[in-house]
């Protein structure tokens, strides 16, 4: 079946640190790839997202990058700030559905 | 625009009672999709309108699970008989008329949280 799989949380960093979250996928055809987040109190905001192989998602510093060859869509940021603090979710869409498939989310937690 | 609301934010209730919720998408937006949320994991999806249209339905939409939306604008979740593994937070997003697929964006609403005892 189709599925998200992400790196467990949680990720604690120092402001300024680099930071990955790993996510990894399993489709058939050709998803649609997707990073919301959720921050304290607040509902999920689309962050970024990628619509085919080689695509770059980028949004607020933060990066993504559709690897059909390893099945992948990693999160990363060069510089992590205290308010980049927040629940973010790897997500997909089928090539045929408008429905949303997410992962179980990693926490960020950045330390000043 | 004022985004995705949803009401009430927060339900407590008896088991075997019935609850219902209400999302109120972006004016624009023709479709409607309402998530169900368990604390630790990423949302799931039940089910999804195209104006007044139930389109697309998941498993987890049980016989007691129903969904409106009848004049294409708000959309209202019912459970009926509620259990205890109903606890959740249920999520409601809208997106854009006559986006295709690949341009969809979902709005998401801040949840209504349902606590049965």
């Known amino acids: 079946g189709n599925s998200v799989t992400q790196m467990e949380g949680p990720v604690t960093l120092s402001e300024e640190a680099f930071l990955t979250i790993n996510c990894t996928y399993t489709?058939?055809?050709?998803?649609?790839l997707f990073w919301y987040v959720q921050y304290p109190g607040e509902g999920l905001q689309l962050l970024l997202k990628?619509?085919?192989?080689?695509d770059k998602g980028s949004n607020k510093g933060f990066e993504a990058t559709y690897r059909k060859e390893t099945t992948s869509f990693h999160l990363e940021k060069g510089s992590v700030q205290v308010s980049d603090s927040a629940v973010y979710f790897c997500?997909?869409?089928?090539?045929?559905?408008?429905?949303?498939?997410f992962g179980s989310g990693t926490r960020l937690l950045v330390r000043p | 625009d004022t985004g995705v609301s949803q009401n009430p934010r927060h339900k407590i209730t008896k088991r075997g009672q019935n609850v219902t919720f209400r999302c109120d998408p972006i004016?624009?937006?023709?479709?409607l999709y309402w998530y169900r949320q368990t604390l630790g994991q990423g949302p799931e999806f039940l089910t999804y309108?195209?104006?007044?249209?139930?389109?697309?339905k998941s498993r987890l939409l049980s016989d007691r699970f129903s969904a409106e939306r009848p004049k294409g604008s708000f959309s209202t979740l019912e459970i009926q008989r509620t259990e205890q593994g109903d606890s959740a937070m249920y999520l409601c997003?809208?997106?854009?008329?006559?986006?295709?697929?690949?341009?969809?964006?979902?709005?998401f609403g801040p949840g209504t949280r349902l606590t049965v005892l």
């Open positions: 997003a809208s997106s854009m008329t006559g986006a295709g697929l690949e341009t969809d964006t979902q709005y």
């Open positions: 489709a058939t055809g050709y998803p649609s």
């Open positions: 990628a619509t085919k192989a080689d």
């Open positions: 997500a997909l869409r089928k090539d045929s559905s408008y429905k949303l498939i």
């Open positions: 004016s624009e937006h023709n479709r």
């Open positions: 309108f195209q104006n007044e249209a139930q389109l697309e």
